[in-house]
């Protein structure tokens, strides 16, 4: 089948470190997205990586390992207003189309 | 710039009644996806355009879904007989172009605010 894995829920306190794992079983794969959605709004888009490695946007570092079918997104300094859910996506083919994980809830504490 | 706008932000409707909900994508993006998002799960696809022909339908749920695009701009997603089950939030994304790339920027959705639907 397919499936993408990343834990529920993990809480932090302000000016942390927090590591989100994702791992994938999909019928294709193209590349691995992250997306922040907070509650009740539209999901945006964090990061992409199409190859191994690791991809840094400020705060916010994205990495893939393909031959382990896994990916995290790393959330530095963490900030009151990092609180929010986080989705890996997977592209499983060309035309674009994402397979979402359930998402993560970062809970963010002063 | 305008980002990616649905109409209604919010429709509720009896069980058995159509629907149909509005996507604009951003001017100039050829690429328009559906999702559906229930309530604390991820989000589904569901179809995908470039431009105004449909070649990945495979995630609309049943034959009550539909969905056309006008051109390269507005997309309506059709709901005949809603049942209970329909109820979610329908969120619609646009990409600037199909086919692939590995660069980020390339592979950016811009999602709009979404529809909330409730069949009761």
């Not at chain 1, 989100?20 to 922040?36: A, D, E, M, P, V």
């Not at chain 2, 990409?95 to 660069?103: D, F, I």
Request: aromatic share 12%.
């Amino acid at each position: 089948g397919q499936s993408l894995e990343q834990p529920s829920e993990v809480t932090a306190v302000e000016g942390a470190i927090v590591q989100i794992n994702c791992t994938y079983q999909t019928s294709g794969f193209y590349g691995l997205s992250w997306y922040q959605q907070h509650d009740g709004g539209a999901p945006t888009f964090l990061s992409y990586n199409a190859l191994d490695g690791l991809e840094e946007t400020g705060r916010f570092s994205s990495f893939l390992s393909r031959s382990d079918s896994y990916g995290y997104l790393l959330l530095q300094e963490l900030q009151m207003k990092d609180s929010a859910s986080y989705f890996c996506a997977v592209k499983p083919d060309s035309w674009g189309k994402l397979q979402f994980g359930a998402g993560t809830q970062v809970v963010v504490t002063p | 710039g305008a980002g990616v706008s649905q109409s209604p932000s919010n429709k509720v409707t009896e069980k058995g009644k159509d629907v149909e909900l509005r996507c604009d994508p951003i001017s100039g993006h050829t690429a328009l996806y559906w999702y559906r998002q229930r309530l604390g799960q991820g989000l589904e696809f569901l179809i995908y355009f470039q431009g105004n022909s449909a070649p990945d339908k495979s995630g609309l749920p049943s034959d009550r879904f539909s969905a056309e695009r006008t051109g390269e701009s507005v997309s309506t997603l059709t709901i005949q007989r809603t049942q209970q089950e329909d109820s979610a939030v329908y969120l619609c994304a646009s990409r600037q172009k199909g086919g692939t790339s590995g660069r980020p920027s390339y592979n950016e959705q811009f999602f709009g605010p979404g529809t909330r639907l409730t069949v009761l």
